[in-house]
Structure formats: structure tokens, C-alpha cells
């Protein structure tokens, strides 16, 4: 049974800090690639940042580029997101995908998803 459970959503200012957490069970977590999505109201999902099961490569989508920073603690199972000088437009559900010995990247299988965590930015 695997499971990714998101953690450390809320509610901050823009230009404000978050790090949201995904947890993940059941699986043999450093042989995946995980990556990072959110989808904001009334839009599509979209990727954000996603890093390989090496931990070696990561990618950013433009526009969190120089603002977000992925990483993982395979002792823990855990990825993070560290989320910095946030906008009003970071507003969405962020969900954690895992995908096997992926490279983090956009375009992957991703088998497995969380039910995700709210962000949400004021102006």
C-alpha cells in the first residue's frame, strides 16, 4: 500500500516563506524520482519542481525558478518544498507524485499521488 501525505500548507502574505512536506509509505522511497504539482482554481494541474531518485537532478518550472527549492530525505521518506517570496499566483493545492526511478521531470509517470495541501498567498 503506498501512500504520499502532504503537510504544511496555510495561509501567508505575499513575499512570505512555506515548506510543505510529503511523506510517503509502502514504497522504497529512494528508488523514486518526486516531484511537486498544484493546481490553482478554475486552471490545469501544473508541475512546479520534481527531483530524481538520485537526488542529483532537479527541475523548476519558470516561474518558481530562483524561489523554490526541492530536496529529500530518504532517512525520513520524505520531499520537501521550500517556498520563498511567495505571490498571490502560488495559490493553489499542491500535491507530491511519485515515480520510479524517474528523473523529476515534468513529463513522467507518475503512478502515485497525494490528496495534497492548501497554499494560499495574500496581498
Known amino acids: 500500500q503506498v501512500q504520499l501525505e502532504e503537510s504544511g500548507g496555510g495561509l501567508v502574505q505575499a513575499g512570505g516563506s512555506l515548506r510543505l512536506s510529503c511523506a510517503a509509505s509502502?514504497?522504497?522511497?529512494?528508488?523514486?524520482?518526486m516531484a511537486w504539482f498544484r493546481q490553482a482554481p478554475g486552471k490545469e494541474r501544473e508541475f512546479v519542481a520534481g527531483?530524481?531518485?538520485?537526488?542529483?537532478?532537479?527541475y523548476y518550472a519558470d516561474s518558481v525558478k530562483g524561489r523554490f527549492t526541492i530536496s529529500r530525505d530518504n532517512a525520513k521518506n520524505t520531499v520537501y518544498l521550500q517556498m520563498n517570496s511567495l505571490k498571490p499566483d502560488d495559490t493553489a493545492v499542491y500535491y507530491c507524485?511519485?515515480?520510479?526511478?524517474?528523473?523529476?521531470?515534468?513529463?513522467?509517470?507518475?503512478?502515485?499521488w497525494g490528496q495534497g495541501t492548501q497554499v494560499t498567498v495574500s496581498s
Open positions: 527531483i530524481s531518485w538520485s537526488a542529483f537532478s532537479r
Open positions: 507524485a511519485a515515480d520510479l526511478y524517474g528523473l523529476g521531470k515534468s513529463i513522467g509517470k507518475y503512478d502515485y
Open positions: 509502502g514504497l522504497t522511497f529512494s528508488n523514486y524520482a
